[in-house]
């Protein structure tokens, strides 16, 4: 006998077996909407992008239950999350076929199993399961879903995010489905991201003849103290959430191949993982200055992938905090450590984001999988949120 419902197993098996590789949806957002719409959400399809990668996007919302007369509007909760999974890699190194949901040794195997197609079964039978006991709850509740996070994110959760802005649309609380916990579902969530800001450096010389350097401007020599002293900078010292800021340099290109040859440019491209305690206009401007106090001519191309975000404890952490507990007994860790997710659109225009989810060590790996022991705690944790902030409301 599996430790999951066998709702949430089935539907998580469901979805495991749709191969719906960015920026494909392959039917889980139809499946989803069909479960929605019988527990009266109004489902929308968005649909963003070129013909080539066309994305799709769930927007789906159930109202709230107001006594007449009701003056103040009900809070919102959106589960948000991806349908989208990452290529599985050579098919000849799973030990069983990625979109062929199997069980060993108490581990549910597939791609997206952790990452993050069990997160979307839990949300919907957690929703089945808390409008099952209670069917008119203070409280709006939505999903947002979209086949377009392991891609680019253009044309994902960021249009529906500016969709909704543009109607006027109010949301006040907001789970991510992303694998945040370690060991145990419930060990860790993430109540922030840093931000993600590259750039592209290009420093000119002049090429010439390596045996005639007086006729020749050797661009890698002129730009090495600058970045000896960039890799030195302290941006920011961070603060009780997040780490200092960083700058790393990601591929440097200089050379015609030839080893006689001064460069005539080189090109280098470099990532800063920031705080909230630094901006985007304080970084680019700290660099910038620092290029030019070296004399150096270059041309220099930014591009913002994402600000941080920060929920500090409050109303959602706090829920969230007191229903893992309440599951597991974990005290959970908060947490802002790793990549981007589409928490950093969805805070745009919501005031508390927080991810949780099941363990994310075989998150993208060969023979991704997820323990069957997860499945259960992860969907009651969801469950005992929703009635949390129900309670809330009706305080």
Not at 66 to 71: F, M, N, S
Not at 116 to 132: D, G, P, R, W
Not at 215 to 222: G, S
Request: charged share 20%; hydrophobic share 40%; with cysteine.
């Amino acid at each position: 006998m599996h430790s999951a419902t066998p709702a949430t197993l089935q539907l998580t098996e469901q979805l495991l077996s749709l191969a719906s590789v960015t920026p494909q949806d392959a039917g889980c957002q139809a499946l989803i909407a069909q479960r929605l719409e019988k527990l009266g959400f109004v489902c929308e399809t968005l649909e963003s992008g070129p013909e080539n990668f066309r994305v799709t996007n769930l927007w789906a919302k159930r109202m709230a239950t107001l006594p007449e007369g009701t003056a103040v509007d009900a809070k919102t909760l959106v589960f948000a999350g991806h349908t989208d999974v990452v290529p599985t890699g050579p098919l000849s190194q799973w030990d069983s076929a990625p979109f062929s949901p199997s069980h060993r040794d108490g581990k549910l195997y597939g791609r997206g199993a952790s990452d993050m197609k069990t997160s979307l079964a839990a949300f919907v039978v957690a929703i089945e399961e808390f409008l099952h006991n209670t069917p008119a709850p203070t409280l709006h509740i939505a999903l947002l879903l979209t086949s377009d996070e392991e891609g680019p994110a253009l044309d994902g959760t960021v249009v529906v995010c500016n969709t909704l802005q543009a109607r006027g649309e109010v949301l006040d609380y907001c789970i991510v489905g992303e694998p945040t916990s370690v060991e145990r579902t419930g060990d860790m969530i993430k109540n922030g991201r840093r931000g993600t800001m590259s750039g592209k450096l290009t420093v000119k010389g002049v090429q010439g003849h390596i045996a005639y350097p007086h006729m020749a401007d050797n661009p890698i020599h002129r730009v090495a103290p600058a970045l000896a002293e960039l890799v030195g900078v302290q941006w920011d010292a961070g603060n009780a959430y997040f780490p200092p800021t960083s700058w790393q340099i990601s591929n440097m290109h200089g050379g015609t191949g030839a080893s006689n040859v001064i460069p005539g440019e080189v090109v280098i491209d470099f990532n800063f993982r920031f705080s909230t305690e630094s901006s985007p206009q304080s970084l680019q401007s700290r660099l910038a200055a620092i290029l030019d106090k070296h004399g150096l001519r270059y041309d220099l191309a930014w591009t913002l992938g994402g600000l941080p975000f920060l929920t500090p404890p409050g109303t959602l952490v706090d829920a969230v905090r007191d229903a893992i507990r309440d599951e597991t007994g974990l005290e959970t860790q908060l947490s802002t450590t790793g990549g981007t997710s589409d928490g950093r659109f969805l805070a745009q225009i919501c005031p508390q984001v927080i991810e949780l989810g099941p363990p994310n060590a075989t998150i993208h790996k060969i023979n991704e999988y997820v323990a069957l022991a997860d499945i259960e705690p992860l969907k009651n944790i969801y469950r005992r949120v929703l009635e949390r902030l129900h309670t809330q409301a009706q305080a």
